[in-house]
DNA sequence: CATGAATGAGACTTCATTCAT
DNA sequence: TATGAATGAAGTCTCATTCAT
């Protein structure tokens, strides 16, 4: 456990251990998941000792947790940057929101994570709480609220909010499962293009969106 | 050597054990995943000890992949047979499969099994190309076909069959994921309905999947 | 435990069960050794199941020493056979032993024993005693006398009696040895072949056991 | 799962543990053979728990090789450094090389590595091809060479040398494997002197060897 | 702070033995 | 008698965690 006291900054560069550490067990627990992950692993691929591991978190589940919820915090920054300060239609936004959201979540280590959350939710129960209230609520909030701001302006037609929030974000996620899990075992077919589909669903939900009158005209936004 | 106070009693039923094993592994592995599920605890959950488990399965890898197989073998036939010999509109067979892969695999214990996949898939090279090859291509062609049929039959518009076939598919298993991991645990929000879930999805998808002059006349098949 | 009541002879050919099994376990014992031999293959080459197996030896620890016991009498009369009544020089006495030995017990089934004697005698005890009586002293006896014979009759010159035996069996007891050990595995050069090797044995003995003026003229004895 | 209760000491004697897990390892399987010693065991005898032990060997038959090879390749080297340079009547070296085998391994617990090899060798077919190559070929290729010299140097008469040197090698053997199987029980007669065994024997061979000639006079070297 | 040798609980698996049929 | 399904003690090996250095 590390001490409590302030340190007197001697090693400069061992502050980053913690992080060096959150990220390698990241990566290794992404792979592998957390009973096959050993600790050995994560303190050699960051460069450490067993020993220096035990130092900084007292056990490896609470490594595993620090790393879901250093994760977690990290995917809501992402969020919420990606939500702020919009003008204009919102298709548009709702296309923008998917392709950032893949560029910067999906397809970097981060989107690992949910692969981890999936796996082991309910080995770690103190993680669904965390879990909900950084990631889903927050996320669902979004995109419902484009949805909703879409259906006020008259952009789409009145679906169920929920719902068709759920319908919007899981293929999103399922996207970055994939890429953790049988796309990333070889002899795979070649997997599909992550952008295409993206545009592929979104011209599918787009398309169902759009009230009859104004749909010829817009499909052409993406 | 053997013990000397008295031995619980023993039941015979050579026949019915393997299933009864297969339905415990299955609900410890959705539960708790692969690595942390200890065999005596199948064994245990079958009524069984230790030892009579591995009579019908000579490892655990062995009994994982044996779940695997048996449960999705059934969910392959159970699609395939609904696709063929089905006339009538594309949409209508769209649904049906829906709802009927929902109703026999994904709200079954077996829907549990694509957490597992996504999990341990990476630890079990042998079982990715099992699972692409019996579950994953079949999967995609069964709905890949009705999509083609309907775009040949024009109740579709030409979407790329392909990535919509993904679109498509991604939000049931989605589904499936999300009730054995976060939907799991409890102090989660009042879960969604699946049934409106999948009526929603349907509605968007068919919506966009219809071409723009049927479209009014058809929006009311669910 | 077969009991001790005279059983009536309903079973005409079971009664050759308990031999079956003593020879089946004699080969695997003597093949894999008493740790390495399951109870159920011995059971299974003696074409039986498993429970039969403990209808006639109540344990596997019992079976063992039943097979040694039965071997080693089997032993000790074939040692007897081979002494008895001889007329005419000791030297041919000698190399005819030595020969019929072999060809009676070393180079049988029974010759495995020795093997089984020396690798588990520390790990039961109780055999210990039972192989002494029944082979080591018999055996020396006939040919410490064989020696004492060759020595009165001015035959030998004379030798220490006692070391001289066990030099003459030592040999032979090791080609026993050899052919269930190193010599029963493939990829070893090109065994020698036993009838050499005894008569080269003999030779070297032989012509170290004649006095000196005597020698020349017995060396064709063999 | 750590233990609440006060743990033991430890020691770091990296060095030496390697040797004193050799040294155990080659008590007990001698003692018991290889299948009934219990790696725990092992382990304890070394005065390390159970773990340490796989810290330094991978795996109880690893353990094992290890055993055989440490201690066999010393015993190589002794007998070819005594067999090279040596100048003087081959009696002699072979008087030696008897003694000095005996005194350096036959007497030694090395000596009980004969018994293990006989007993456990079918169940390690890769341990029989080490066994030849190591310690097989290369001791009987000294004896031999000493044969060949003696002959050469018209010290011995014309035997044939492969299977003399087996029956010069085979009662050396013998004796060790002796000592550490029936000649370990309790119970047994009193054990017969080693060094007048090898004395008696040596004799015996050696008279055997000599050329009529020559033999009164070098009958005394011993 | 850092190391890595040491520990021991616990997992998987085997197999001698039992006993209902 | 004979069978073989079932049991569970025990063995091999792993790895999270500790702690002397």
Redesign the pocket.
Known sequence: M??LVT??P??RR??S?PQELLDAALALFVEKGF?????????ARA?????????????????FKAVVRGNLSALIAQGQQLAEQFEGPSALLLHQLMHTWWQRVGSTPAGGIFKIIVAEVRNFPELAQFYRDEVVIPAHRVVARTLQRGIERGEFRAVPVNETTHTLIAPMLFLALHRHSIGACAAMQPELDPAALIDAQFDLMLNGLQPRATRAARRNVA
């Open positions: 590390p001490s340190a007197p001697r090693h061992k502050e251990r009973a096959a992950t050993r600790s050995e692993e994560v303190a460069g450490v000792s067993k020993g220096t591991l035990y130092l900084y978190f007292p056990s490896k589940a609470e490594l």
